[in-house]
């Protein structure tokens, strides 16, 4: 069974940063793509980002220029940078491990809050 941990989450201000952890359990991370999502209150869950076994990355438009996704895979654990943190990227955010169409493992979510 896999695990995965998200951590680094928090209240920042407007224009500020904050870098996003995801642990995962087990041997399968190395070969999986792994995703950013998040979900802001009322709205439905949605792809922020998201990187391959190989390092090839895709971003949302909205985050683009801002938010950077990687991997260590020694380390078993991706990372989301979100720099120019603004007001609407408040939301809980989780990681995904992909394991098929429309199937993954997720983890439990960490709370980013932009505001003054």
């Known amino acids: 069974q896999v695990q995965l941990v998200e951590s680094g989450g928090g209240l920042v201000q407007p224009g500020g940063s904050l870098r996003l952890s995801c642990a995962a359990s087990?041997?399968?991370?190395?070969?999986?793509?792994m995703d950013w999502y998040r979900q802001a209150p009322g709205k439905q869950r949605d792809l922020v980002a998201s990187?391959?076994?190989?390092?090839?990355?895709s971003y949302v438009d909205s985050v683009k220029g801002r938010f950077t996704i990687s991997r260590d895979n020694a380390k078993n654990t991706v990372y989301l940078q979100m720099n120019s943190l603004k007001p609407e990227d408040t939301a809980v955010y989780y990681c995904?491990?992909?394991?098929?169409?429309?199937?993954?493992?997720w983890g439990q979510g960490t709370q980013v809050t932009v505001s003054s």
């Open positions: 995904k491990m992909v394991t098929g169409p429309n199937l993954g493992y």
């Open positions: 087990g041997s399968r991370f190395r070969i999986s793509v």
């Open positions: 990187i391959t076994s190989g390092g090839s990355t």
